[in-house]
Nanobody, 115 residues
């Protein structure tokens, strides 16, 4: 079993930055990938960025050049550095982890960007 704890959300003005963290505890042997998703009010959850072993990180088009996903392999923590934030980035951000055949979701962290 794996538990995920997200942190780093908050309120910022447009153009600002935040760094989200997703700390994994439990047995993460067999880690496959980690992703960040987000869900804005009244909208479906959308994929933001992903990272997997041996592959380059990838991003949704609207996040390219602004967001960076990374993983501390020693800690098993995944980060999402978000720069040049826009009001449309306002959402609850969720961490997703795939370990072996099982998938896990974090509880979400709120990001609010004001204009």
């Amino acid at each position: 079993q794996v538990q995920l704890a997200e942190s780093g959300g908050g309120s910022v003005q447009a153009g600002g930055f935040l760094r989200l963290s997703c700390a994994a505890s439990g047995n993460t042997n067999g880690w496959i990938r980690s992703d960040w998703y987000r869900q804005a009010p009244g909208k479906q959850r959308e994929w933001v960025a992903g990272i997997s072993s041996g592959a380059s990180p990838n991003y949704a088009d609207s996040m390219k050049g602004r967001f960076t996903i990374s993983r501390d392999y020693a800690k098993g923590t995944v980060y999402l550095q978000m720069n040049s934030l826009k009001p449309e980035d306002t959402a609850v951000y969720y961490c997703y982890v795939r370990v072996g055949v099982k998938s896990y979701w974090g509880q979400g962290t709120q990001v609010t960007v004001s204009s």
